[in-house]
């Protein structure tokens, strides 16, 4: 049973940062794709960034240079580290999971490409 469970979330002031970790269980941590995605309030899911457990490769929707996804493959676990924290940043965190070779990397903004996801956890940056 493959699972991933998000945390770190929490409230913090604009300008504030924050990381998020996905630490993943029940399957073979290589050659997998983890990406985090939100959802704002009363807004559809997006994608946030996406990273290769097995090469390193990183992507980001937007944010770069605020948001940086990282891996510690020894842990299992997918980071977000959130600098420069703006309001509109607010959101339902959420990260997912896919075998890196069922897609093209193109496709790693589409969420129905991912077969697994954890619960969400919530940011909330205040102005």
């Known amino acids: 049973q493959v699972q991933l469970v998000e945390s770190g979330g929490g409230s913090v002031q604009a300008g504030g940062s924050l990381r998020l970790s996905c630490a993943a269980s029940?399957?073979?941590?290589?050659?997998?794709?983890v990406a985090w995605f939100r959802q704002p309030p009363g807004k559809g899911r997006e994608a946030v960034a996406a990273?290769?457990?097995?090469?390193?490769?990183t992507y980001y929707a937007f944010g770069e240079g605020r948001f940086t996804i990282a891996r510690d493959n020894a842990k299992d676990t997918v980071y977000l580290q959130m600098n420069s924290l703006e309001p509109e940043d607010t959101a339902l965190y959420f990260c997912?999971?896919?075998?890196?070779?069922?897609?093209?990397?193109?496709?790693?903004?589409?969420?129905?490409?991912?077969?697994?996801w954890g619960q969400g956890t919530q940011v909330t940056v205040s102005s």
């Open positions: 990273i290769y457990t097995g090469s390193g490769a």
């Open positions: 997912a999971a896919r075998a890196s070779y069922t897609y093209a990397s193109s496709a790693w903004l589409d969420p129905t490409t991912y077969n697994y």
């Open positions: 029940g399957w073979s941590w290589h050659s997998n794709l």
